[in-house]
């Protein structure tokens, strides 16, 4: 047995996957929630308030009057920014930024969790694909295996990444070369015992490639698309850039097999809007991250 399997077979420490989040959703799920009942849940969370508050008067949003209320914060900025703000901090509150091993920077791990959660909601809700919430909770925890890996076999991950950088092959060979299982895969187990939804449960397994076992092959395409987009924008680990292709894309596929609509976007779309979803990006992960 290789020590992933022992330490997933004997752990009891296992940081607790945030109710909050579960509990959000649950509450932005329900269509007659009002924008009055989610003001009302941030500010009982204070860390939260004053988030919520800087993002609706930072520059990236606001270039005219001043939000001073959690209420006209609400309204201000919309309730999908709102409630990406709440789900990104939810989740990145439980892994604390300076732990675990060098190798992986986690302020680039949530850059690019938080990249790709906004551009996976952006395109479930521009083309009516999916929920945009629950692709934005997607989004953000479809690579957690690498922080799981970073945090419980710290100095086994850094081999990963040093190998990565130097190495002429694809991390995900070495990470299976190095632990006996890919970020993917750990990543399953582990939102296995989490007991997290079937359709979160896929994306982290199959977002480099839909298999014949995934189920919700649709939210699993739009993850696995807009994580390479976001790499593609900038917000990679140097050891993983790929390049970006529409043409004999299976997740584009699987998205245009949902709404056709697409099929007339080529690359120059995207291209357009990339100035745009940067700033909204880092206005979104410079408030999700704690100072
Ligand atoms: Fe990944
Ligand atoms: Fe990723």
Redesign the pocket.
């Known amino acids: 047995m290789n020590k992933v399997d022992v330490f997933l077979n004997s752990i009891n420490d296992l940081p607790v996957f945030p109710r909050t989040a579960i509990e959000f959703l649950k509450l932005i799920k329900k269509k007659e929630t009002s924008l009055a009942e989610i003001g009302e849940y941030i500010s009982k969370d204070s860390t939260l308030s004053t988030k919520i508050l800087k993002l609706a008067n930072s520059p990236y949003y606001n270039r005219g009057r001043e939000i001073r209320s959690i209420r006209q914060a609400v309204i201000f900025l919309g309730s999908d920014i709102i409630k990406g703000i709440v789900l990104s901090l939810s989740i990145i509150r439980m892994f604390p930024m300076k732990v675990g091993g060098k190798e992986l920077d986690r302020t680039l791990f949530w850059n ?2 938080v990249a ?1 959660a906004f551009i996976a909601s952006k395109l479930s809700r521009d083309f009516e694909l999916w929920d945009p919430d629950e692709a934005y909770t997607a989004g953000l925890v ?2 957690i295996g690498k922080l799981l890996y970073n945090q419980f076999f710290p100095e086994d991950y850094d081999t990963v990444v040093k190998k990565a950088l130097k190495e002429d092959r694809n991390y995900i060979e070495i990470e299976k070369d190095v632990l006996g299982y890919t970020h993917s895969e750990f990543g399953f187990k582990i939102a296995e015992k989490w007991n997290l939804p079937e359709e979160i449960r896929e994306v982290i397994r199959d ?1 480099h490639g839909v298999t014949n076992e995934t189920k919700n092959r649709l939210l699993v395409a739009i993850i696995g698309f807009s ?1 390479v987009f ?2 593609q924008i900038g917000y990679n680990f140097p050891w993983e850039f790929e390049p970006l292709t529409l043409k004999n894309n299976v997740f584009w596929n699987e998205m245009m097999k949902a709404n056709s609509k697409l099929k007339e976007i080529d690359e120059a779309f995207f291209t357009f809007q990339i100035r745009e979803m940067k700033d909204k990006i880092e206005a979104l992960i410079k408030e999700s991250m704690e100072v």
């Open positions: 690019h969790s790709t479809h690579d977002h994580n976001s790499k």
